[in-house]
């Protein structure tokens, strides 16, 4: 009995620490019939493993069907999953069609078979924000399950990434990086998350040793012996023993690297995403990783972190196709401030289809770097700021909170399609700050359509009224404002007229002008 009331007592302290947001939920729920979500463009490389599982919600079973696939490619028309290895460069218009007892729906597709690939914003998962260096195959298992039973990859969600915390030693036929004894087989988990159109991601850096005191991609020595662990200054699974070794006595680039034994390995298990870590970020050990993932002749989304700086732009559009252009991000507001508000313009003329800066992982729902969580230091208006800057800078959508464990309201922050619409646009153009003061902040994007995203940030402590006046954004016809969180429109408004609301603190307004900018021939005054 006493064992009963303690479990009983334990439950209700755990609902008890779920944040009250329910109230706070913008996205309404997607309708039974099918909706095709997510990218409406997507590249691959020829004769490189295809995979894309088509984001559609509706209830289940759901039938799909794919009309102009290139050769070499198939549909499993119960899953909605596309693979398969495409034979010819092109651009294929792919007619998309899902249909269940509730209805049906139709959206085009483009392929496009080239050398460029990542020509949307990727969108996924990364296990550092939540489990940090405490990362394990079970714990990214449960995260990719969550992404599949809550919806997510319903949306377009597709990466599995794992952080650092993977590696032990060298061997293998490559005598590449192995995994320590916290992941038993990672083959096997790139082949479960394939079996449902999902991806998975890896890391590692140029350094001898990454930023948590793992082994890297570089070594003193052609054998790949490093002198720490041939000295047992590490723990269990390979880690540098912080009690008699400083992490930063590691970071070091090696005389040999060992770029091309990893990416090889990295290929034979089905990795589909790098994210490769050091500071200063250089040309060298850039393009040197690089063309080891080329040369496996697999599509391996390259990502360059940290800190990248902007002399080195022209070499990242070159050589990787997202690269982090910020520090580590905290789930506060002064974090959120600064990374997304204080340097992400610099980069506007760098980003584009298969070239995203990042602004780092989004810190919602459980965080907390590992192995303990706590629910986000975020208010739910600094949430739906911190997602909406996100989506209207372009920047890669990588979810850091623990998935098996998110509430309603964070589910709603990330599974609403006409955000991640905004983010996904094929045209690629980052949103910049058209006005703004020390108060607040007003970001406008084209979009591929002609139609214009505002999103209107509040960044005082007191509610405020911001507006805009079309013409002065460059439109000149009537336009229909759309709330896109609500997905309402909410009436229209003259090309002179003002069109405002209140925002609330540290909070936004997000809102696409419809039909945007038209090509229609104008007569008359129209100054």
């Known amino acids: 009995m006493n064992r009963f009331f303690i479990l009983i007592v334990a439950a209700f302290a755990a609902f008890a620490q779920l944040p009250a947001h329910s109230q706070e939920i913008l996205t309404p729920p997607a309708p039974d019939s099918p909706r095709i979500n997510g990218p409406k463009v997507y590249g691959a490389r020829p004769k490189a493993d295809f995979i894309f599982r088509i984001p559609t919600t509706g209830v289940r079973p759901i039938h799909f069907e794919a009309k102009g696939l290139p050769r070499g490619l198939k549909l499993d028309a119960s899953k909605g999953i596309i693979t398969g290895r495409a034979r010819k460069a092109g651009t294929y218009r792919v007619k998309l069609r899902a249909s269940n007892a509730a209805g049906s729906c139709e959206r085009e597709l483009r392929i496009v078979i080239g050398q460029r690939i990542a020509l949307t914003p990727p969108m996924g998962w990364n296990s550092w924000n939540c489990w940090g260096n405490s990362v394990s195959q079970e714990k990214v298992m449960s995260s990719a399950r969550a992404m599949l039973e809550k919806g997510l990859a319903d949306y377009g969600w597709s990466y599995i990434n794992i952080d650092d915390g993977w590696q032990g030693l060298r061997g293998g036929k490559y005598n590449a990086i192995q995994p320590n004894s916290k992941f038993p087989s990672i083959k096997e988990l790139a082949d479960f998350l394939h079996s449902e159109g999902l991806k998975l991601g890896i890391y590692s850096g140029p350094w001898c ?23 047992g200054i590490v723990d269990s699974v390979y880690k540098v023993d912080r009690s008699r070794m ?26 589909d995403y790098l994210k490769y870590d050091w500071n200063n970020n250089d040309i060298w050990w ?15 989304v390259y990502s360059i972190s940290n800190s990248s700086k902007v002399v080195l732009g022209p070499y990242l559009r070159e050589y990787a196709e997202c690269w982090r252009s910020t520090g580590d991000i905290r789930d506060n507001w002064d974090s959120i401030f600064k990374i997304g508000f204080g340097g992400q313009d610099r980069w506007a003329g760098f980003k584009g289809p298969g070239n995203w ?10 965080v907390g770097w590992g192995p303990k ?12 700021t911190h997602i909406t800057l996100w989506s209207i800078l372009a920047s890669p959508l990588l979810i850091g909170c623990d998935m098996a464990d998110m509430d309603d309201f964070t589910v709603s922050l990330l599974c609403n399609s006409e955000v991640i ?5 094929p045209l690629g153009v980052q949103g910049v700050k ?14 591929e359509d002609g139609s214009l995203a505002v999103a209107m940030f509040n960044l005082s402590d007191k509610p405020k009224m911001i507006g805009f006046v079309p013409h002065s954004l460059g439109l000149m016809a009537t336009q229909t404002v759309r709330d896109i969180w609500r997905q309402k429109d909410l009436g229209t408004v003259e090309r002179k007229e003002r069109w405002e609301t209140e925002v609330a603190p540290h909070g936004v307004v997000f809102v696409r002008l419809s039909p945007g900018l038209t090509p229609d021939k104008l007569l008359g005054f129209w100054r």
């Open 434 to 447: 058209q006005y703004g003061d020390d108060t607040y902040a007003t970001y406008v994007k084209p979009l």
């Open 246 to 271: 400083k992490r930063d006595s590691v970071w070091f680039f090696g005389e040999y690297s060992f770029a091309a034994a990893d990416a090889r390995q990295w290929a034979d298990w089905g990795v």
């Open 209 to 231: 040793g990454t930023y948590a005191g793992h082994i890297g991609s570089s070594a003193p020595n052609p054998e790949g012996v490093y002198p720490w662990v041939e000295a």
């Open 357 to 366: 800066p990042d602004a780092d992982m989004l810190v919602v729902g459980k």
């Open 421 to 425: 619409d905004v983010n996904q646009d």
């Open 373 to 384: 969580t706590h629910w986000t230091g975020l208010t739910p208006d600094e949430q739906y």
């Open 286 to 300: 850039l393009k040197d990783m690089r063309s080891a993932l080329l040369a496996t002749g697999r599509d391996i």
